[in-house]
RNA sequence: GCCGAGGUGGCGUAAUUGGUAGCCGCACAGCGCUUAAAACGCUGGGAGGGAUUAAAAUCCUCAUGUGAGUUCGAGUCUCACCCUCGGCACCA
């Protein structure tokens, strides 16, 4: 049987949404509920791609059940015009960015028409339009009057191939994130905004959003909170002080040297003898791009000789290091540096040949069941040792298994009060195995444990001295029969050691053996002073008072960069006076335009604005003569970092939204865009609101109050679709083959639409939706007018409920399942009315628009299909309806019975016991316990 | 390395949030319609096994990355481990 006629039907459907006029929001609409549905706008590249239509078809499926369920829904659409590849495009074709952007949107507009998505195109707005454009330049002269836009010389991320400079956002693993090329550092004055200060509150206010987990996560780690404290150090001799920050103020008695970034200004104020040797290394770490310094692997740095800093806390006089391990941007560009208690440290120590000495011991506690602390139970304090005794000529090592316990242990034993740790651990060596004949090679790291003592019934607080010992040979006294009757030695080869032993403490002590490494936990402290066995982390603040600190917070984040060295972007609305200080350009100047006579090809020189006679002479005719104009412009994120608030009034020539309207629409209700925008956008957009709000310019601190990451569609091997693979699919092949509605209800049907994940394309997808699509055609032809028959209604209003539900949390995958099982139902029916058909159509309009109106408009309803109201909730089972109850013994299914739910427990057993299966499971025997939930589960256990 | 999200048939996925594992599709197989094919329709299927049988129906065991645990009952909760994806990463 032939389908339908898609093109025929989309083209009159669309017509007839156009003349009701459908999809004008009235946002001034008192009597509905407003409700704000946005996805991310695309960027004008050209053609639409799979991606766009997974983007905006499946919200419009949301936008449009909304709608229906009384929602008065704002779903917009606009272009993010500027950029980058409009000026490679123009370029590589001799065009004029404008040019290229605009018959780009032109197409778009006609692609983004065939999905029937319902936006309203009345509210478009274009960033690259300076009806726009003049109010990014309005807010961002509203943040430079109150500091938060400030232009500052600062070593700045530069691409050398698209000559220009980059926010750190932009710089992934050290190369451009448009175009793969290491970055290289420049030092550049440019325009910077505030996002630092508000670190602490985009981090707060990320707690009560009810996003998903790893969206808040990754915010988190890009601001990069962390607490710890900054530091005085002075110079020896030189009445010069140095300030270091560091999270581990608890470590500073282990502080051995300080490290200086290499382009710490300090290392010009001091004097030290060996300058050229340090020039020379400073000159080296210049040239290197972010990724050769983070890729090498060993660390280098120079000594700053004939000079030395004061540790507050020892008093000691430690060296000077410069290390480009040590960044210049975070912190204070300074650290102290504790080897024996942080990896870098560690490393260069080691490769330096520096002090390393510990100040933290690990601190264990017991965990298993028989040896957690008894919360109640004062702690008995005692020294104690472990003995690691290696054998006489094997690389085996001695451990006991102790008798009537999991317990496999070193050589262990307390410290009596006239025994030294050696004395103690060579008795014990002797009373426990009879090995005598000892050579102690060294002392390890002291440890400590608090443990809950089975045997005498009591919590203890061991510190354990270590020490390793090696046998000279094997002659061995008796062991007397009080210890054999405790513990059982033997002897363990050195790979089999790690595994057998149990406690904690022994474990890490035997792995800090084989492989020297910094201890960067937390424990107790020691050679500390007075502070010496106190817990580290609760002596922290008292560490930070006494050696004149203070308590400091640093962020990750650094403040972002927005100038931009090119032509295609909204100009910075700032001119300079002769003396070159920077004037805001007054508003009445404003849209400050774009000049169109710039050579827009990128230069060494600079931006290509500068080569604007236009731009130059107007601002000497404006401002006077030697006044110079800004020639960057702004990065794009800051044009769509606002674009949400211009639609609700994208005409507004007074203001660069609607106070009010904002007040009644803001925030977005629910936001859907791709995950890689997740630091970018996502926080730019947060910090610009945060912003604006200080400033009383929009309603509320938050601008988006859910946001779904949606997922990436992967070509149909799987992989990734690019061009060189060969595996990109064009939605607009099968629009014209299956039509719209097919397409949309595949995409939506490939996987849930909540979360980020790849759904690799079936090719043969679209085809089974259109198939879909047919089905449902030819039952309409078979409906009748007439009586209809309640119970297919009643299954449908099921089914209504069930797509509500799961579009609502953006499952449209489960949704369009629940609208193919209800289509099963009714073509089994023998007969069906045109009221249940109208029914299913109604439920079918928000995936397939235009099937449904046609539908609608066959079946005889009246209007559009879009403007009936969704069905009401299906009924709860009625009562006395019968229900199936899985009937179990032991957990296990034996069969199914079918009850009232209102069907008592012993209703329910007597009816179990009529399942021959049941009986046998049985066995005659008499269930010990019955476990009954009404209308779900019978379970019999004997 | 740290943090986050996951791991279910040949594939995409589902499971009322602790109650029949595999809904809905794809692909596949058999059958019907047809001169034939396409289209359409019907039927089937997690894996393994047993008995009866011409066949069907029926029955049992094992199955949600691995191993333990909690529970009458675990894909779902707890612990350990393995793997995949994503974020951060010389951030002191």
Redesign the pocket.
Known sequence: ?RGFDHEEIEKRAQEKWASLGLYQTDLKNAAKKPYYLLSEFPYSSGDLHIGHWFAFAVTDIFARTKRMQGANVLFPIGFDAFGLPAENAALKNKLDPKEWTYKNMERMRGQLRSMGASFDWNREVVTCEPAYYKWTQWLFLKLMEHGLAYRAEAPVKWCPKDQTVLANEQV?DGACERCGTPVEEKRLTQWFLKITEYAERLLEDLEPLPW???IK??QR??I?K?E?ARITFLISGQNKKIEI????PDTIYGATYVVL?PEHPFVSKINFSNEKEVEKYIAETRKKTERE??E?KE?TGVKLEGVSAINPATKKEIPIYLA????AS??T?A?MA?PAH?E?DYEFAKKYDLPIKQVVEPLFVGRREDDTPKPNLPFVERPAITAIVKHWKDDAYLLLDWKGVAWTTFITGGVEEDQTPQDAACREIIEETGYRNLRLVKELTRYHSRFFHTPKQRNQFAHFSSLYFQLTDGSQDPVPPEEQAKHQYRWVPREEVEQTLVPNGQKFLWNSLQREAAYVGSGILADSAEFSGRDSEEAKSDIVKAVGGEQAT?F?IRDWLVSRQRYWGCPIPVVYDPEGKPHPVPPEHLPWLLPTDADFRPNEKGSPLASSKELKERVEKLFGKGWLPEYDTLDTFVDSSWYFMRYLAPKNEHDFSDKRLMKKWLPVDRYSGG??H??MHLLYARFFYKALYDLALVPGDEPFLERYNRGIILGPDGEKMSKSKGNVINPDEFVKKYGADAVRVYLA????YN?A????W?L??V??MR?FL??IVRLALRAEAGPHLTHLSSIAARAAAKVEADCERF?F??A??AL??L??EL?KAKKISQKVMREFVVLLAPFAPHLAEHLWNELGGKGSVHQQTWPKAGPAPLKGETV?V?A?V?????G?IRLTTTASESEAVAAAKHIA?VVTALGGRKPK?V?Y?PG??L?L?I
């Open positions: 049987m992934i998903r987990e790893e996560e990754a780690a890009w990069g962390s710890g920050f560091t999270t581990r970034a310094r983070s090498q660390k480009d391990y040590v960044l975070y912190g560009g650290v504790v942080d870098r640093e990750r995950s890689e997740t630091t049907f490939i996987g849930p979360e994940g790849n759904y690799p079936n043969d997808g085809a089974a198939k047919d089905r499952k995958n489960t369009i399942a193919m099982t289509l099963n073509e199936e899985i179990q032991n957990g296990k299914k034996r199914a299966a316990r476990v939930v779900r589960i379970n256990v």
